[in-house]
């Protein structure tokens, strides 16, 4: 039991027999091996937070509950085990809500506990403090949504939280506590017997034989297969079956950004750098754990070129079939077990796709690649983003353990394609929605889950979303290092208003350093204004483990608008004025 839960000194004799809202919440959390809770104090849940610190769970308080959400979320992809989020009622809600449905949209498991106002005050809208009906408001946005009202009821209400969050296609889920639940008493033998420990909370799901045959004929059948791999293959965690069936079937492999590294992007059939050839020019394309969503142009259109294409898609959603595009061999199940039933419908002797398609597809990309190279190596000052991550991309093939973060648009999408990755789950960034924000939640989670070392590659835009958590990342002194790309702006440091004197909606002040918020809370802080004074410096933060923020001065005219997906800005037709 809690410590909190045995006699305290002078406690009535009863006190010896009995637990509490508090207590359970603990035992539960614990009995369920969900030992690390992100979330920011205040009432109802501060003794919370505090009696689960002294009960030996590890209580990370940030400075804002979405980027503890986002660090909840992203525990979630890392673990496979839901992430938790802990907040206050109504507004600290609603700031972890966007966490929340950013967990659901990308398919990541974590579990929003939120305190909330008592039913018999909202349901008569009698003014509470926070009053909000936070169940309603949580239920469009989440995979599920569950209230506890009586204490006996917290073990199964948990114990329902992470089974939703984990089994089939993860999730969000959210938790209400009214605040009440809390402070219930009762007996603690009976409190003991209502705890539940979740049996198989994920269990496999076994594809059917008939499915893994037909997706081997069509596969077979191919003459320019593709194989894509999302970000659920990486969540999967059944790496050298993925690694063992993309080799012996010998085809090229795109991966999407978060599923990069799954297989190293130096591989020889790594067809990341040849992107457009492949998904041109394909005629069988397999998705594992990818949707044909925005992401990929939804399956159809320009980017997929004019010839009939075949998709074989592997998900643990059946309703993702037919999504967007005819699935013409819908795999249904999990990851590991589609991809070992497809290894062994494989047998002994598969034979690999077709060389002049691989060949094809491997020139292409030695094209690319040697475009790029000369651009990497530039020493400029100011630095623009290629010169920048050149040394960057050194940095991480000398380290590979470490993690990755990454946000921003010209400074997510350059980085994506410039730094190859070596391993699987060590870039985390944007996701499904593109979101700016989820830096340094992510940061702060990846360090705590793995304990490896971080690297945050950040947009000075997207830095700002989630900036304030420097001082989280001091007071717990985490291995993370901060490069901000400092181009003085949104996309571009350039643009001008000339309608008035306020600044343009997209620049930001001019030279700014925000080397010196790291140092503000006792951190190192650098500013860099050359590719070799930002390798040294990430090296040296690499090396120390101390938490940095580097300051990197980007060209301010280097960037373009929206990066890579600017073509979705409307554009006006009227003539401007
Ligand atoms: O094959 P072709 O020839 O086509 O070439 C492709 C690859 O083959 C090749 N390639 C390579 N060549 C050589 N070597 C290597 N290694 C290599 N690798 C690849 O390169 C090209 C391109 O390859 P890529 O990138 O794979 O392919 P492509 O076509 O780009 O893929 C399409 C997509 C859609 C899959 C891809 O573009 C993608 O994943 N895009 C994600 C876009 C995204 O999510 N962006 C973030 C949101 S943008 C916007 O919303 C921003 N906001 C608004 C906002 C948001 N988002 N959130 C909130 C809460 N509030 C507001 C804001 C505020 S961004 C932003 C901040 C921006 O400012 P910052 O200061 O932070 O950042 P800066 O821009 O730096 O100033
Ligand atoms: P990406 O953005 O990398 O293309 P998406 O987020 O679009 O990836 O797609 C992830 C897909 O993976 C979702 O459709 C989800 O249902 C699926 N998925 C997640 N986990 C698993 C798993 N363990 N087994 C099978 N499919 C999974
Ligand atoms: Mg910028």
Redesign the pocket.
Known sequence: MAEAALKAPGAPEEAQDQTDGFNLMIDALKLNGLTTIYGVPGIPITDFGRMAQAAGIRVLSFRHEQNAGYAAAIAGFLTKKPGICLTVSAPGFLNGLTALAHATT??FPMILISGSSEREIVDLQQGDYEEMDQLAIAKPLCKAAFRVLHAVDIGIGLARAIRAAVSG??GGVYLDLPAKLFGQVMDAEAGKKSLVKVIDAAPAQIPAPSAIKRALDVLKSAKRPLI?L????A??QADEAIKAFVEKSGVPFLP????KGLLPDTHPQCAGAARSTVLKDSDVVMLI???L?W??SHGKGKAWGDAPKKFIQ????PK?MDSNVEIVAPVV????S?VAALLDGMGGSWTKGPADWMGAVSSKREENVAKMAPRLMNNNNPMDYHGALGVLRTIIKERPDAILVNEGANTLDLTRGVIDMYKPRKRLDV??WGVMGIGMGQCIAAAVETGKPVLAIEGDSAFGFSGMEVETICRYNLPVCIVVFNNDGIYRGTDVNKAGSDPAPTVFVKGSRYDRMMEAFGGVGVHATTPDELKRAVNAAMDSGKPTLINAAIDPAAGSESGRIGNLNPQSKLKKK
């Open positions: 990308n398919c296609r993860p894509i999302g970000k659920g293959a969540y999967a999407m950004s978060m599923a754990g990818a949707r969503n992401l990929l592997v998900d643990i959603e993702e199940g999990d990851i590991g589609c996701g499904t």
